[in-house]
T-cell receptor
Framework: DGGITQSPKYLFRKEGQNVTLSCEQN?????MYWYRQDPGQGLRLIYYSQIVNDFQKGDIAEGYSVSREKKESFPLTVTSAQKNPTAFYLC???????????????FGPGTRLTVL | ELKVEQNPLFLSMQEGKNYTIYCNYSTTSDRLYWYRQDPGKSLESLFVLLSNGAVKQEGRLMASLDTKARLSTLHITAAVHDLSATYFCAVDPTGSARQLTFGSGTQLTVLP
């Protein structure tokens, strides 16, 4: 079955720790994204990547880092510099990004991060 | 800065009734998406609207796009409890091909 997987489903972090959230897709999609969702809010873009070894900051990139070494994988690290990381994190992917294509994104199940 | 506004933010409706959710956006776009999110779950794609006047229907939900008015609507017909969820619209600005900007969501509760 094709799809997007995220792990872990729940993650607890102590203050000052870095943690890495996993996102893997087997849809052969070029583009991948990380979003943050706070309770009762919409989604805010953290980082996105259009191709391997390239990524761009979204609206709220401070305190986060990513890598894109493989097409299938786009891990997100929440660093100690992120002051309020407790949130629901969603990974998404889409086929490709061109000016003439549309950008229907497909989402993984999410990781709920809580800072203790 | 692109702004995407949904209203209402909260909606309680009786089963069997009709209602419309509105999505206004502030920049030129002919690509708009609707998603559904159940509590604690991820987002599920509902509709992709790619041109002015586009209309898509699936079951009791119908979405439309008016690019001149910068407005999309999600119409619910004869609501049932299973439609209770949060609905998001997302806009893909013309020529950006980069990212979607999401509205804040409309939390729909269908009451028996």
């Amino acid at each position: 079955d094709g799809g997007i997987t995220q792990s872990p489903k729940y993650l607890f972090r102590k203050e000052g720790q870095n943690v890495t959230l996993s996102c893997e897709q087997n849809l052969n999609h070029d583009a991948m994204y990380w979003y943050r969702q706070d309770p009762g809010q919409g989604l805010r873009l953290i980082y996105y990547s259009q191709i391997v070894n390239d990524f761009q900051k979204g609206d709220i990139a401070e305190g986060y880092s990513v890598s894109r070494e493989k097409k299938e994988s786009f891990p997100l690290t929440v660093t100690s510099a992120q002051k309020n990381p407790t949130a629901f994190y969603l990974c998404a992917s889409s086929i490709r990004l061109t000016a003439s294509s549309y950008n229907e994104q497909f989402f993984g199940p999410g990781t709920r991060l809580t800072v203790l | 800065e692109l702004k995407v506004e949904q209203n209402p933010l909260f909606l309680s409706m009786q089963e069997g009734k009709n209602y419309t959710i509105y999505c206004n956006y502030s920049t030129t776009s002919d690509r708009l998406y609707w998603y559904r999110q159940d509590p604690g779950k991820s987002l599920e794609s509902l509709f992709v609207l790619l041109s002015n006047g586009a209309v898509k229907q699936e079951g009791r939900l119908m979405a439309s796009l008016d690019t001149k008015a910068r407005l999309s609507t999600l119409h619910i017909t004869a609501a049932v409890h299973d439609l209770s969820a949060t609905y998001f619209c997302a806009v893909d600005p013309t020529g950006s091909a980069r990212q979607l900007t999401f509205g804040s969501g409309t939390q729909l509760t269908v009451l028996p």
